[in-house]
């Protein structure tokens, strides 16, 4: 067996590791044909990964141009304890208020300290998401091509 096979995370490990992961470097390509890379606070469901942002922003102007992305998140400091998942994505651009109302409030759920998973959730936060989404467009990252990788799994041989 591969080193890469040895590496590779299941499915269930992806779910997991995107459930743990707090911050998704996400990659469009920019109007001039280059990389257009930055971080984003997102919801996993499922393989597929949600976020929220700017409807003028330069990333949803690249996504409506080419609607790709490639997603990454990662984990670890040591060689020995490197993680990470890299996605090639199909996007899809959610622009219905209601919609995008509920990404934002998921991803505030998610980000907002003190708020678990089942609490309610406060009434200023469903009002600043839906004020929010007037401005805001939804994003479904679906992806088409996942490499993953669990160093640990090597259990410090190389």
Same mark, same amino acid.
């Given at each position: 067996?591969?080193?890469?096979?040895? =590496?590779?995370?299941?499915?269930?490990? =992806? @779910?997991? &590791?995107?459930?743990?992961?707090?911050?998704?470097?996400?990659?469009?390509?920019?109007?001039?044909?280059?990389?257009?890379?930055?971080?984003?606070?997102?919801?996993?469901?499922?393989?597929?990964?949600?976020?929220?942002?700017?409807?003028?922003?330069?990333?949803?102007?690249?996504?409506?141009?080419?609607?790709?992305?490639? $997603?990454?998140? @990662?984990?670890?400091?040591?060689?020995?304890? $490197?993680?990470?998942?890299?996605?090639?994505?199909?996007?899809? =651009?959610?622009?219905?208020?209601?919609?995008?109302? @509920?990404?934002?409030?998921?991803?505030?759920?998610?980000?907002?300290?003190?708020?678990?998973?089942?609490?309610?959730?406060?009434?200023? $936060?469903?009002?600043?998401?839906?004020?929010?989404?007037?401005?805001?467009?939804? $994003?479904? &990252? /679906?992806?088409?091509?996942?490499? /993953?990788?669990?160093?640990?799994?090597?259990?410090?041989?190389?």
């Amino acid at each position: 067996m591969s080193r890469r096979e040895q =590496i590779r995370m299941t499915d269930e490990e =992806i @779910e997991g &590791f995107l459930a743990d992961g707090r911050v998704v470097t996400c990659a469009t390509v920019g109007p001039a044909g280059r990389p257009h890379l930055l971080p984003l606070w997102y919801v996993p469901d499922g393989l597929d990964v949600l976020c929220w942002t700017y409807r003028s922003s330069q990333k949803t102007a690249n996504l409506r141009r080419l609607a790709e992305a490639t $997603l990454q998140v @990662e984990d670890g400091e040591r060689y020995e304890d $490197l993680r990470g998942v890299m996605m090639e994505c199909g996007v899809k =651009i959610v622009e219905d208020a209601d919609a995008v109302a @509920e990404v934002g409030l998921a991803v505030a759920r998610r980000y907002t300290p003190g708020l678990a998973p089942g609490d309610p959730v406060p009434p200023e $936060l469903e009002r600043a998401a839906a004020q929010q989404a007037v401005k805001r467009v939804a $994003l479904r &990252f /679906s992806p088409t091509r996942i490499v /993953s990788w669990d160093h640990r799994k090597l259990g410090g041989v190389y």
